[in-house]
Every structure is written in structure tokens, then in C-alpha cells.
């Protein structure tokens, strides 16, 4: 019900809002910064994969036999997809954090969606109420114009001379059975 929940759904709003106002007020810095301490993990990983490499190498001419031969080789080959599996580490990390950031984007969303919803309903019903308002304002005028119209109207109209006899013919009629005696009435209906 949009009636129970705006002060909540307000507050959450206006905190998003602000949220989003500071976010956007630091983001290019926060980005640089990131951005800086990620090349500074890659750099460093691959620096020690470098030294690693480095030490197999200068173990090799000291290693005669087969067996240590075979072990440097294999060696090697780790590294090597040591060195892939960081990559992809690192691209895995990158995902992982977009999609955190995408989460928590589609819970600010759904709040900023519901409040703009909770706007529109309560935009609806007041726009319902100011139209009935206005058609009740409308009705009234014309009412009150109606009644003042006629007001003023009614001295200024004569009615029409057919108008005019057909009322008095209708009063002398009243006038004239008023006026016979009840006694004549009733001998006239006996003797009919």
C-alpha cells in the first residue's frame, strides 16, 4: 500500500540520493586510485613470477642429472601457467566485482523504482481529485450563473398573451367552483 510505507521508502530514497551525489562527487578519484593499486598487485605478481623464472635459470647449469633436468622443465611450465592463471584471476576479480556493484545497483534501483511508482500513484490520485474538484467548481458556477440569470430575468419577462389567458382562465375556474354551494353540488350530481 503506498499509504504505509512513503516515510520508510522516502528516507531510503533520500538516502540513495545523497549516496549517489557523493559517489558521483569522487568517482573519477576513486577509479584512479583502483586503478593504480590493481597495476601495482599485477606488477607485483609478476615480478615475483619473473624471479622465480630467474632462479630456475641459474639453476639449470648446476643440475647434471635427468631426474633435476626434468623437475626445472616442469617447474617452468608452472610458472608459466601460473602466470595465465593469474591473468584470468585478475579478469575473474574484475567480473566479480562488476556484478557485486551491479547487485547493489539493482537494490538502489528497486527502491528509486518503487518510490517514482508511489509518486505516480499519489500524482494519479491528486490529479483525480483536482479534476472533480474542477468539475464540481464548473458545476457550481453554472449553477450559481443559472440561479442569478433567472433572478434577474424573471421582472424583466412577460409571458405570452396565450400564456397569460390560459392562467387566468385557470384561476377564474377555481374562483367559480370555490364560489357554488356545496348544496348545489350535490343536487346537480343526485339529479344527473
Known amino acids: 500500500c503506498p499509504i504505509s510505507h512513503p516515510p520508510t521508502l522516502q528516507a531510503a530514497f533520500a538516502q540513495l540520493a545523497l549516496a549517489f551525489r557523493c559517489d558521483t562527487f569522487t568517482l573519477r578519484q576513486r577509479v584512479l586510485v583502483e586503478t593504480r593499486a590493481r597495476d601495482a598487485a599485477e606488477e607485483n605478481i609478476q615480478e615475483e613470477l619473473g624471479q622465480c623464472r630467474a632462479a630456475l635459470e641459474r639453476l639449470g647449469p648446476s643440475c647434471t642429472d635427468g631426474g633435476c633436468k626434468e623437475m626445472l622443465e616442469q617447474l617452468q611450465r608452472s610458472l608459466t601457467v601460473l602466470a595465465a592463471a593469474v591473468e584470468r584471476a585478475t579478469s575473474a576479480a574484475e567480473k566479480l566485482g562488476a556484478v557485486h556493484q551491479e547487485a547493489r545497483m539493482s537494490r538502489a534501483a528497486e527502491v528509486m523504482v518503487q518510490h517514482v511508482e508511489n509518486l505516480k500513484r499519489h500524482h494519479r490520485r491528486e490529479h483525480t481529485e483536482l479534476e472533480e474538484m474542477k468539475r464540481l467548481i464548473q458545476q457550481n458556477s453554472r449553477n450559481w450563473q443559472l440561479a442569478e440569470t433567472q433572478d434577474d430575468a424573471e421582472p424583466?419577462?412577460?409571458?405570452?398573451?396565450?400564456?397569460?389567458?390560459?392562467?387566468?382562465?385557470?384561476?377564474?375556474?377555481?374562483?367559480?367552483?370555490?364560489?357554488i354551494p356545496k348544496q348545489l353540488l350535490v343536487r346537480t350530481y343526485v339529479g344527473g
Open 156 to 179: 424583466r419577462l412577460k409571458p405570452h398573451p396565450m400564456v397569460r389567458a390560459f392562467q387566468q382562465g385557470s384561476a377564474r375556474r377555481r374562483v367559480s367552483i370555490a364560489v
